[in-house]
T-cell receptor, first 114, second 112 residues
């Protein structure tokens, strides 16, 4: 079974702190994604990566950066956390196979910024 | 950008009842994915539809993609408490297959 793990299920940080969210997948997937999920807004794509050291901005990249130094690991960085970044963060990965792009999701990290 | 609108936003049904969730796209769908999310957890893939008119079933859940490929429905027959959760539809961006868009989700509660 594909496994996508995230470093923390729950995280509480203070405003202005630098925050790292880690995601690891064990299926050699090329694509990895970071989403945030907020009530009434659904899932919104922050960044995605289609290869090591390659990244593209999603719909809401402001205030975030990412790092992908190894194929299995995709990190989301909040340079200076703010209260409006309190959210559920979901990581996903997918492989490029034919014309399907089924994504596998991690369990999520619920981040609270106080 | 592609937009996916789901309806209803929330649903409460009595156990044993049938229900339908709809997902409407503002653009032609190249691939439509249905996911289920248990409260506070990640998403679980249910099924994927690509061809107009396609229909797939898994246990008591059936998903259809209309002929014009702009709307999909998810139908649950004889609902059970285990069906409770948030159902989300997702779609590939037609011009960038690495990007995905999701609907805002339908929250389903099944009363025993």
């Amino acid at each position: 079974d594909v496994k996508v793990t995230q470093s923390s299920r729950y995280l509480v940080k203070r405003t202005g702190e630098k925050v790292f969210l880690e995601c690891v997948q064990d299926m050699d997937h090329e694509n990895m994604f970071w989403y945030r999920q907020d009530p009434g807004l659904g899932l919104r794509l922050i960044y995605f990566s289609y290869d090591v050291k390659m990244k593209e901005k999603g719909d809401i990249p402001e205030g975030y950066s990412v790092s992908r130094e190894k194929k299995e690991r995709f990190s989301l960085i909040l340079e200076s956390a703010s209260t409006n970044q309190t959210s559920m963060y979901l990581c996903a990965s997918s492989f490029v196979w034919g014309s399907t792009y089924e994504q596998y999701f991690g369990p999520g990290t619920r981040l609270t910024v106080t | 950008s592609q937009e996916l609108e789901q309806s209803p936003q929330s649903l409460i049904v009595q156990e044993g009842k049938n229900l339908t969730i709809n997902c409407t796209s503002s653009k032609t769908l190249y691939g439509l994915y249905w996911y289920k999310q248990k409260y506070g957890e990640g998403l679980i893939f249910l099924m994927m539809l690509q061809k107009g008119g396609e229909e797939k079933s898994h246990e008591k859940i059936t998903a259809k993609l209309d002929e014009k490929k702009q709307q999909s429905s998810l139908h649950i027959t004889a609902s059970q408490p285990s069906h409770a959760g948030i159902y989300l539809c997702g779609a590939e961006s037609g011009y960038n297959f690495n990007k995905f868009y999701f609907g805002s989700g339908t929250k389903l509660n099944v009363k025993p």
